[in-house]
């Protein structure tokens, strides 16, 4: 009873009128901005941080909020429609999202996408609502050798994700990894290929990589393309998905949901592991893996649920330890300074009303997503009619605003710009951006971490295995890294076995 | 007819999210308004070179909201992250100097940051004119609960090997804690963080025993009793934290803190200036500036544009010394 009635009462804050305006324009917002690749969530809710200042606590959190998951939802219309991902957590969903679209099935793809991040979003509150205080402490436990396992098995995971050749993946993530290292090192202070421009001394964003590769290249592909052959214009076929495809993605939004609510708890990076694991494991239970990255439907679902369901997850070190967990977290962070509540572990007992409220507002925001993105999956398929004479220009204005909003710089439009030559080049030697772009992406974190633990571990590699949670994960390393080499083995004594056997087979027939 | 309306849409969407992301970059136009013309004459940018939200960001929003309001114009926040600023810092010197362009500085870029990189990158303030200063923000050293650490006569004692978390190189929380280890002749490991959100989750898991961050991310943690303070490193004991000693009384010679001011490229008018000036007065004056600064934990240093250059010349001096003095390198480890 003590523990459902302020969960009740947090309802009861979230139907008034005021909140629940709010809601609707936060989630709106979020949702819009997510469209815009490149002005993400972080900066929306600073730049509109001071209108919050004459509302309660409650409401302007419930805003903020809804401005981040909103932003969740929108980020896959570009993704799917355009292979433009605005993050990197939904970098896996263009592999399958967008050959889906230009199969005529992008409404199929966007349902599904829709659907899965409203499940996704929902079991995050309920695992919010119930779990919070006792997985919190698991973000605490994740130290710099737990951050290297797993950025370790991520860069793995990587590898094993992409459809074509494995070797092209592998030279592909190596070259990701290099730019990684990009920029001031933050141990020593030392310039890494910065070649004395101060625009590099962060290193390189990971917008103008992913908008240049693959945005920018398609279209530089395309335009080549088109000169060979009218390709027609993708039919739009069916806008819903069929009961066949949610009977299909049921299961990926299943999992997709667990694996992202727990991985999302983790302090950076954990929304784009929890995507590219969602995919990895979709693809190794699907029977017929060789459907992934031509438009299986699973690889839309499972990601797009995983990475909502983690946006979720990531406000528990927020709301319950007091700990930001991505960008986002700490603007809303300061937004409660702002209020006058301290954000931290007595948030729960103090503002009672205020953890419940956004709490339990969320479950509003998500159904409001899905009533308003259904329809507009209607609308944004049309994009796809529009002639690609017109598209292409616009998708180029979208990803050079994109680029240009990051930090208000002419250097990071030349980048697109770079990149896109790059990502054309890739493509039409068969290369994949993906691995490049997740391999950027983890790159830092394995660096960081790694160097950082050997700080911690004073130089001892052993101590990666005396700690259960970083042993843990290194052996499932290990194991799926080890297990197809096996399995290759195995499949060939099968065989030689069988070849075998068969001529007794005949003597004794 | 269809197709043709789905076209229009199109282009009416494209126009719309144009006009949106030039809104939320600032719109950094006005500025070329005709020669001779009164400042203000137009928009006043003010570039800071932090993301958006860290409390470099928010202290310039809250500055920039009392500063329209005298000026009577609009003062668009514009964020230009690279190099702890020293991008947006080199790029609003370079500018005309008419006053349409200030730029928000962190003490640290002019202070630590050179200790830590090469000469040719780091930055004075000889091409800027300040307007004047804001605010003080503070250094705390905090410890794990499981550390057993209660004070930096603890650390002395202790007999295992610590680990001590930094926000990053060429901080002031790399530097206060380094000169601290030196002068207390403590042994321990330096372990640099992204920033001070993860070196205090680091200290609040035990993942190390020691971090100094600011004091405004500290506080909430420091209130809930999951981290310890040990020390903070103003050269007064700070008003929010009034029980925890500072490094001085404890007979450290580590004053180290984090200050922001409000700076202009060289060259200003005197009316200019003036105006500028009394903006920035107005501004910090308002109540809403004031409890702002309380709920950030920011202590007011609202000196003069000359005072800063002086106090922050003289700080950057000091830490060449006593880096010196102490063989420290904020380089190499």
Redesign the interface.
Known sequence: MDFFGPVLDGFGVVLDPTNLLYCLLGVAIGM??GV?P??GP??????L??LT?GVEPVTAIIMLAGIFYGAQYGGTITSVLLRIPGEASSVVTVFDGYVLAKQGRAGTALGIAAIGSFIGGTVGIIGLTFLAPVVASF??????PEYTALALLGILLVATISGGSKIKALIAAAFGLFLATVG????????RFTF?N??M??GIDFVPIAMGLFGVGEILYNLEERHRAASAPATVANVWPSRKDLKQASGAIGRGSVLGFFLGIL??GGATIASLAAYAVEKKRAKDPSRFGKGAIEGVAGPETANNAAATSSFI?LLT????AN??M??IF?AL????V?????LITEHPDLFWGVVNSMYIGNILLLIMSIPLVGLFV??L??RAA??AP?TA??TM??A??I???MFDVMLVVLFGALGYLMKKFGFEPGPLVLAFVLGSLLE?SLR?SL??L?GDPTGFFTRPISATLLVTFVIVAVWPMIKTVLDKRKKANAVLSDPKVKEKV | MK?QF??R??LSM?AA??A??LA???G?VGGGAAEGATFPSGPVTLTVGQ?????T??IA?AAA?GMAEKLGVAMPV???????G??AT?EVAAMKADGQNLVLLNASLITITPL???A??AVTLDELDVIGGLSQDDYVMVASTKSGVKSVADLKKSES?L?FGTT???TGSQLAQALLLAQGDIKG??????SG??A???V??N??QVSTVQL?EA???I??G?VVPLVVFSSERNSFLPDVPTAVEEGYDVPVSQYRAIAAPKGLSAETKTALVDALKAATARD?YKS?NE??MLSPKEISGEEVVTEWNELAAKYKKLTEQYNIS????
């Open positions: 819009l901005i815009l490149g002005l972080a900066a929306t809710i600073a730049i941080l001071p200042y973000a605490l436990d994740f130290g710099p001031r090192d933050i141990f020593t202070g030392a310039e004395g101060l625009s001394a962060d302090p950076g070190p330890l007091g700990i930001p960008a986002t700490a603007i300061g300074l702002i209020q006058g301290t954000p931290g572990p007595q049309k994009i009619r529009i017109i598209l616009i204005l979208i605003l994109g240009y909003t930090r208000n710089s960081s950082r700080l911690v004073e | 197709k789905t076209r849409a199109m494209a999210t144009a949106l992301s939320a970059c600032g950094n993301a958006p939200g860290g409390s960001d928010l929003r909201e514009v964020n230009k992250p690279g190099a702890n020293a991008l080199q830590a990189v090469s040719s990158e090997k680990s990053g190189v060429g490991t330096i372990v640099p963080f992204d959100s993860p205090l989750t680091a609040m898991g993942q190390v405004g506080k909430p943690q209130d809930a999951t809403s702002f709920s950030n904020l380089a190499s480890k």
